[in-house]
């Protein structure tokens, strides 16, 4: 099946610091990637749609200056996480809409982001 | 897209068939019924699709109601392997189908 490469797997910063997470399609072009968060016990919870070479759209109470989105090409799109907080201690997946072949949507394996 | 109620969790004996229901009653006649699967500590998976008839794939199979209205996703064997959250979801082809909006879904454990 398609895969979906996340980077890192894990990260700890420090409070104040910016994070930046990677998501590659890895064998399929994407034009259309997503950001989930998901916090311990709970669901994924949908945080931005990426659109490769424009702005992302992002979902209602998610803060679009706080968690930067780039999509700068196919195969790659980031979250930026910025002036972190413990708050934002939180799982982070990333998923890409493939549309030729399979439609479907891959998801990648997660980032497990601590801000201490 | 149209709301999904699924039991928070179940239990299964190894070796044995479960059977993890979904309900729909307010489903359209553009939405999918998509089921994904979320092992610990990894992002979702896709499992299986459908629309009216029953779908079989290597990893589940998916039974559909007349009705539409609710559905059963069905691992035949369970494995200890199989033990996570399962995502009952409902994708309208015609208006939100990129968005894949999670519910809480179903937490399969597996009892060796």
């Known amino acids: 099946g398609a895969v979906v490469s996340q980077h890192p797997s894990r990260v700890i910063c420090k409070s104040g610091t910016s994070v930046k997470i990677e998501c590659r399609s890895l064998d399929f072009q994407a034009t259309t990637m997503f950001w989930y968060r998901q916090f311990p016990k709970q669901s994924l919870m949908l945080m931005a749609t990426s659109n490769e070479g424009s702005k992302a759209t992002y979902e209602q109470g998610v803060e679009k200056d706080k968690f930067l989105i780039n999509h700068a090409s196919l195969t790659l799109s980031t979250l930026t996480v910025t002036s972190a907080h413990p708050e934002d201690s939180s799982f982070y997946i990333c998923s890409a809409l493939r549309t030729s072949g399979p439609y479907e949507q891959y998801f990648g394996p997660g980032t497990r982001l601590t801000v201490t | 897209d149209a709301k999904t109620t699924q039991p928070n969790s179940m239990e299964s004996n190894e070796e044995e068939p479960v059977h993890l229901p979904c309900n729909h009653s307010t489903i359209s006649g553009t939405d999918y019924i998509h089921w994904y699967r979320q092992l610990p500590s990894q992002g979702p998976e896709y499992v299986i699709h459908?629309?009216?008839s029953n779908v079989n794939n290597r990893m589940a199979s998916l039974a559909i109601a007349e009705d539409r209205k609710s559905s059963t996703l069905i691992l035949h064997r369970a494995t200890l392997r199989d033990a996570a959250v399962y995502y009952c979801i409902l994708r309208d082809v015609e208006t939100s189908y990129d968005k894949v909006i999670f519910g809480p879904g179903t937490s399969l454990s597996v009892i060796p």
């Open positions: 459908g629309l009216t």
